[in-house]
Nanobody, 120 residues
């Protein structure tokens, strides 16, 4: 199973970016799909999660600005980031809990990370 994240870049404060993360491989089912971020010199923190279409979680620092969604048919999750601030600058990682075909347990997989820089 592989996760590939796309959509990072440089944006001015107040701007928007949309990240996407697609899972591929021998996937039977995907549970929670999560977005983490890690700023330089800091720990990796959970930003947003989506378990089903209506069950979501957001860190306090991004509530009202970020929206997580998923397309189950495409095994893809999205993170719409609006009103970006310099403190949102970080490498963003996607993570998914996957039931792999042929295995008998959920496994966690990470994407490769995509850099988001918010600066004027």
């Amino acid at each position: 199973v592989q996760l590939q994240a796309f959509g990072g870049g440089l944006v001015q404060p107040g701007g928007s970016l949309r990240l996407s993360c697609a899972a591929s491989g021998r996937i039977f089912s995907i549970g929670a799909m999560n977005w983490y971020r890690q700023a330089s010199g800091k720990q990796r923190d959970l930003v947003a999660s989506i378990i089903s279409g209506s069950s979501t979680y957001y860190a306090d620092s991004v509530k009202g600005r970020f929206t997580v969604s998923r397309d189950n048919a495409k095994n893809t999750t999205y993170l719409q980031m609006n009103s970006l601030k310099p403190e949102d600058t970080a490498v963003y990682y996607c993570h998914a809990n996957v039931w792999v075909v042929g295995l008998s347990s959920w496994r966690g997989y990470w994407g490769q990370g995509t850099q988001v820089t918010v600066s004027s």
